[in-house]
């Protein structure tokens, strides 16, 4: 990591929808080694999006993080959430909350909050990153599982307490772009389902299909995820506990 990570202030963000709209989830993990200190933070909400998610996570990082005056380095895979508030936000704003297009901006109350939180703390005292979902930043897989199980409807238990026993490893590790396997990227994000796991009261089953899975799932508190090879449907079964 090239940031200067034993005098800042580190924040990762994701939100999640199962949906857009549907149940959704925010989560985000604040680290500060000069206090040896890990904080997570998450929620839910009905009937909401992605894109607000995500914003509601960064919302909510920055208005827990406001007494602490250190420098921010804040991690997103959202590209939406990291445009907005580097370049669209400040024409936004200008512009009375509307697009080019004179059209309303999409969740203009976060928006504006965020606005306020950024100008009150100081736009040179935080550094914004988007990284690339999925591809092993501990940082961003933990607050990607949050965020998702949140929306799942799972019980999520939250983290505060020292970095030292913090159970993620290597959650300041955020390799630079060069040194993100390209491989890595497709296999985690994108392609052709090779099958669907779910987790229903504790049994897990394989589908063939979304269908068989989504109908398995509806309604009930549920864990499911697409496995995109032979080798990730076997990872996603060590993560829930299970052996191949």
Not at 8 to 33: C, Q
Not at 66 to 93: P, R
Not at 187 to 201: F, P
Request: proline content about 2%.
């Amino acid at each position: 990591m090239n940031t200067d990570t034993e005098n800042s202030l580190t924040i990762f963000t994701d939100g999640s929808s199962l949906g857009n709209p549907g149940n959704g989830g925010w989560g985000a993990v604040l680290v500060y080694p000069r206090l040896e200190e890990v904080v997570e933070l998450g929620g839910t909400k009905l009937t909401t999006t992605n894109n607000e998610m995500e914003l509601t996570a960064i919302v909510s990082a920055l208005s827990y993080a406001i007494y602490n005056d250190a420098h921010l380095h804040i991690y997103s895979d959202s590209q939406y959430a990291i445009n907005g508030v580097t370049e669209w936000m400040y024409g936004w704003k200008k512009n009375g909350w509307k697009t080019t297009s004179k059209e309303d901006v999409k969740n203009q109350e976060l928006w504006k909050t965020l606005y306020d939180l950024v100008e009150e703390r100081g736009r040179e005292r935080i550094s914004w990153h988007h990284v690339r979902g999925h591809v092993g930043i501990p940082g961003n897989e933990r607050v990607d599982d949050i965020a998702r199980e949140l929306a799942e409807g799972t019980h999520v238990s939250l983290y505060r307490g020292t970095l030292s026993d913090y159970p993620v490893p290597d959650i300041l590790n955020v390799p630079n772009e060069e040194d993100i396997d390209t491989s890595t990227k497709k296999n985690k994000s994108t392609g052709k389902a090779y099958s669907y796991l779910s987790l229903v009261d504790g049994v897990l089953e394989h589908h063939a299909t979304w269908e068989s899975c989504e109908q398995r799932v509806t309604g009930k508190k549920a864990k499911f995820k697409k496995a995109l090879s032979k080798e990730h449907e076997k990872e996603i079964m060590r993560e829930w506990g299970f052996s191949e």
